[in-house]
């Protein structure tokens, strides 16, 4: 335990190294401007993060599995289709796009009950298993993609450009009116997810033992899966689309600690994320040039230590 705290010391002594370095090297253009704008990056770096660690550390537990995250379930690919069908249809100059309320409202609302809906009708632990639903998430998320692909040959140039940056998680250019919405939405998240903690310590032993040891297993795996939905929502409709910033974390996050407990699986989790995002953006500003994006930076590094971990798994099956 003392040596997870410390672990845990560590990592926020880097990340908030991380934050300073990021918010005072090289301010051109006068700090009083330059400073504030790259708080709010780091703010929203920071809800991102945590949002996207919590429901990764959190969906793995409930689907004992550390190859899936919440994205597996197509809550990603709603989020294009929203936006994609938005420009296709009313254009950019459309209320939905430029009030950054009322789109950054729908595409939650959207993808939360693209969820809602998957959960309710294919989710049942006492007849189905739970993959049933992972595999479902996936084909629909497949078929969503397809349907974003399809819009997007035919819709005007001019509009496909300015869906385009929507569609990849980008911090320079932060909806700060919306960052209190996002605040609030991931503290009333995390304080109701607090709860949960001691029930998924359990549950990591599997359902047959959380149920004999009194956890209400379902109640608290369609209480996880909805959780996740509204934290990988926020953080979406916030920045845009990481697919495998969660697989990252938490498998780090598993690996760096020695422990069961979530509330240590999570805080590490969270400040690995921190840091990644955080250190991916200073390279995308001060090594890249803004020659590409932080969502470019984590899918290919993501996508390599994807193939990673199934090869390990692999070699543990074999």
Known sequence: MRKNRTKLIVLAVIAIISILLFCLYNI??????????????????????????????????????????????????????VQTVIFFFAGSASIFVVSRYLNFGLSIVAMVIFALILYRFLFRADKHPIF???????????????????????????????????????FMNVKTELLLIAIVILVASFIYGYRLLRDLDVMSLGRENAINLGVNYDKIVLKVLILSSVLIAT???????????????????????????????IVGASLISIIALVGGQFLVLHVFQLSTTISVIINFIGGLYFIYLILKESRKAG
């Open 28 to 81: 051109q253009g006068g700090f009083s401007y330059a400073f504030p704008k790259r708080v709010e990056r780091v703010l929203a770096m920071i809800i991102t993060g945590t949002a996207i660690a919590y429901a990764t550390v959190t969906f793995q537990t409930v689907t004992h599995n550390r190859l899936l995250t919440p994205s597996m379930m197509g809550v990603d690919s709603m989020y294009e289709v």
């Open 235 to 265: 953080s979406t409709a916030l920045v845009g689309p990481i697919t495998f910033l969660g697989l990252i974390v938490s498998n780090l996050a598993y690996q760096f600690f020695a422990t069961y407990k979530h509330s240590v699986l």
């Open 132 to 170: 049933l639903l992972l595999l479902a998430g996936m084909i629909i998320g497949t078929l969503l993609g397809s349907l974003v692909t399809f819009l997007q040959v035919i819709i005007d140039p001019v509009e496909y450009e300015s869906l385009q940056s929507r569609l990849f998680a980008s």
